[in-house]
Nanobody, 116 residues
Framework: QVQLVESGGGLVQAGGSLRLSCTAS????????MGWYRQAPGKQRELVAR???????TYADSVRGRFTISRDNAKNTIYLQMNDLKPEDTAVYYC??????????WGQGTQVTVSS
């Protein structure tokens, strides 16, 4: 059964930090690059960070230097440490494999709201 469960979002002031977690079913996690995506109101979902199975990482320009993605293969879990948050980081954050395709399963996401 496919499962993606995101947690850790919340309301934080600009400059603050949050740590997101996502536990995925083994069928998604084990052999895939995993990523954190976000969708702000009125905007398309975008990939902000990805972690390869061996641990290498890449980041969108907008978050590089502030966000850190990691994975724990033993727990089928990925994390996103978000520092120096900005109001433009406000969005619903989702995890999933990278890349995704049409009709892909998505979890419920976790809301991150950054106040100025």
């Amino acid at each position: 059964q496919v499962q993606l469960v995101e947690s850790g979002g919340g309301l934080v002031q600009a400059g603050g930090s949050l740590r997101l977690s996502c536990t995925a079913s083994g069928s998604i996690f084990r052999f895939n690059t995993m990523g954190w995506y976000r969708q702000a109101p009125g905007k398309q979902r975008e990939l902000v960070a990805r972690v390869f199975t061996a641990g290498g990482t890449t980041y969108a320009d907008s978050v590089r230097g502030r966000f850190t993605i990691s994975r724990d293969n033993a727990k089928n879990t990925i994390y996103l440490q978000m520092n120096d948050l900005k109001p433009e980081d406000t969005a619903v954050y989702y995890c999933n494999k990278v890349p995704t395709f049409a009709f892909e399963y998505w979890g419920q996401g976790t809301q991150v709201t950054v106040s100025s």
